[in-house]
């Protein structure tokens, strides 16, 4: 199965300023999250971010945060326990009609937009918030894509057992280029180039 740009959405966990001079390699992991977000932007897929106690930890890179739809600031590790839920799953919105519109047992609920059930995550730290809130959007039934190369923790074990412990619970394991690639599925696609620059 590949990724489908069209059912993606992508969520960004806790890329926090004090937080990243302590992470594993957090230079790359931040280069591949701004490479995700930018191919994001490019293809209309969703972007999302988090950030877990912003009043201590800071915020996430304002080219990051410029990229997403909404940053969500929490407390709990798992962005979902805050409602992350609700913006990757919008409530369907009633449908609006006159006298004359079918009975409302009739009528069928329409969402804002389609359904994107797919869910591209990657974060900080690794084996904590990004590994709650992914198991979190798997219970709630969304396809959960973690992007190992855009994930690390303080400690490469650390994030290395996090790795195992979403792939045993449902997640696929890919890297950065994989997603920009299946997201453009071929070298025809208008945005293959920008895309490719991306990478380069």
Not at 22 to 37: C, G, M, P, Q, S
Not at 63 to 88: D, I, P, Q, Y
Not at 185 to 196: G, I, L, S
Request: glycine share 4%; aromatic share 4%; net charge negative.
């Amino acid at each position: 199965m590949l990724l489908d740009a069209s059912e993606s959405q992508l969520v960004l966990v806790d890329y926090q300023a004090r937080l990243l001079p302590a992470i594993h390699d957090h230079a790359a992991v931040v280069a591949n999250a701004l490479r995700l977000a930018q191919a994001a932007d490019l293809l209309d897929v969703p972007v999302w971010g988090t950030e877990q106690n912003p009043s201590k930890l800071g915020q996430n890179p304002p080219e990051l945060r410029a990229l997403c739809r909404n940053t969500l600031s929490k407390m709990h590790f798992s962005g979902v326990e805050e409602g992350l839920g609700e913006w990757l799953r919008p409530p369907a919105k009633p449908v609006q009609g006159n006298a004359r519109s079918l009975p409302k047992h009739l009528q069928k609920p329409q969402n804002a937009e389609p359904e994107r059930g797919t869910i591209v995550i990657a974060g900080l730290e690794a084996h904590i918030c990004l590994l709650q809130t992914a198991l979190d959007l798997l219970e709630d039934e969304f396809d959960v894509w973690v992007v190992t190369d855009a994930c690390s923790s303080r400690t490469e074990r650390n994030r290395d057992a996090a790795f195992d412990r979403l792939a045993g619970a449902g997640a696929e394991l890919v890297t950065t280029e994989m997603v920009l690639f299946e997201w453009l599925r071929t070298a025809e696609h208008a945005d293959f180039k920008t895309v490719q620059a991306l990478v380069k």
